[in-house]
């Protein structure tokens, strides 16, 4: 699993768990950063902070998207920073249940509550950027509800996966989606493989996408969110609306596109193909 870029984020694990069975032992060594960060053991103040100034935006992005405040009503969310491989997989199991820390992860969020865990990582922005992906879980729970436990979670996950990709403005704005390194524009250019070939088929793929496949997911609502044709976005819109009030993703994204496959397939190999990878511009 490789530790750099935005697609740090494809090896990730997650479980429907409410994450209420943190162990105490373990709480008494946290300490709380910010409104909903907590570090467990010797987190560098700066990643912290780092977390904190962009997990705040993030919020703010998907409050306005999703509307609601994930801060207050359903309950706090909580981004746990652990720094060591022991203590995030000791929380792993005795948080989400015995045997989690069995499966290659660097960051686990809950599905149907507020909390989520990220190991931290060698390379800062790999950390950030799996903070992000868990953030973006909770948020959604918080204000579009419980995931409701289909297979078909790639929306979820390719939302995630495109939104730990940031670039910060000198003003210290971040912007979510855009890629801002070399490495990271090249990793999207192969994802983007997946999606961008002749004959792949957007409906089909998303009926069959389980195992899931974190790639293929993240440039098929990469390219969804970039659609240049006006009635095609119109419907993405009317998607994402109705999966933010509880609709079922996968059913309700074969219900709308399943009339417009092979236009909607054309339109994504347009967006891969004539605009490429959502880098940052000069």
Do not use: N
Request: some cysteine.
């Amino acid at each position: 699993m490789g530790k750099t870029g935005p697609l740090v984020a494809l090896a990730l694990v997650f479980v429907a768990a409410s994450g209420a069975g943190y162990a105490q032992d373990d709480a008494k060594h946290e300490r709380a950063f910010g409104r909903y960060v907590m570090a467990t053991g010797a987190v560098p103040r700066s990643q912290l902070e780092a977390i904190v100034h962009l997990g705040d935006q993030l919020v703010d992005v998907l409050r306005e998207r999703w509307g609601g405040d994930p801060l207050y009503g359903r309950g706090r969310i909580v981004v746990r920073v652990h720094a060591t491989r022991t203590g995030y997989l000791r929380a792993l199991d005795r948080t989400y249940g015995e045997g989690a820390s069995s499966l290659p992860s660097i960051g686990w969020a809950s599905y149907c509550g507020g909390a989520c865990d990220v190991c931290l990582q060698p390379d800062e922005r790999a950390t950030l950027s799996t903070a992000l992906h868990e953030l973006t879980h909770v948020v959604q729970t918080r204000l579009c509800g419980c995931f409701g436990g289909s297979v078909w979670i790639w929306y979820r996950e390719g939302l995630a996966v495109a939104l730990s990709q940031y670039t910060v403005r000198a003003d210290g704005r971040a912007r979510f989606g855009v890629l801002d390194r070399p490495v990271e524009i090249q990793r999207s250019r192969a994802a983007a493989q997946r999606v961008a070939e002749i004959g792949y088929d957007p409906v089909a793929s998303v009926r069959r996408m389980w195992p899931l496949d974190y790639v293929e997911a993240y440039a098929l609502v990469g390219a969804m969110s970039r659609l240049r044709e006006p009635d095609l976005a119109a419907r993405w819109a009317e998607f994402e609306k109705a999966v933010s009030e509880g609709a079922h993703e996968g059913m309700t994204f074969v219900r709308i596109f399943r009339p417009h496959r092979l236009r909607l397939a054309a339109a994504i190999r347009r967006v891969w193909a004539v605009d490429g990878p959502p880098r940052r511009r000069p």
